[in-house]
C-alpha cells in the first residue's frame, strides 16, 4: 500500500526571499534525491483560511521505503540543518491508498 507523505508550513523567512527560494530549492533537490521517494512535488498554498504557505509532497511505494526515507542521513540532515532553524510551523500528513 503507498504512503502519501505531506507537510504543510512556513518558513521564517518572508515570502519571495532569496532565503525562502534557497530553501524550497534544497528541499526539492536533496530530499527528492533520496531513494524510494517519488513524485516529488513543491507547492504553494494559496487559501486565506489557512497561514501554512508551502507544501512538500512525496509518494513511498510502501512503508519500508517510507522507513528508509525517514532514517536516511540526506533527510535526517536536512531537518537538522535547515527545517529545523527555518521553519516558524508545519503540519504533516501521511495518507495511505
Do not use: C, N
Request: proline residues 5%; negative net charge; charged residues 25%.
Amino acid at each position: 500500500m503507498s504512503i502519501q507523505h505531506t507537510v504543510v508550513f512556513r518558513l521564517v523567512h518572508e515570502p519571495g526571499s532569496d532565503e525562502e527560494r534557497s530553501f524550497l530549492a534544497a528541499g526539492r533537490e536533496i530530499l527528492s534525491s533520496i531513494p524510494g521517494v517519488e513524485d516529488f512535488t513543491v507547492r504553494r498554498q494559496v487559501s486565506p483560511k489557512s497561514d501554512l504557505e508551502h507544501q512538500f509532497s512525496m509518494v513511498f511505494a510502501d512503508r519500508a521505503a517510507y522507513d528508509a526515507y525517514d532514517e536516511h542521513p540526506a533527510h535526517t540532515a536536512f531537518v537538522a540543518e535547515r527545517w529545523v532553524p527555518e521553519v516558524a510551523a508545519f503540519q504533516e500528513y501521511d495518507f495511505v491508498g
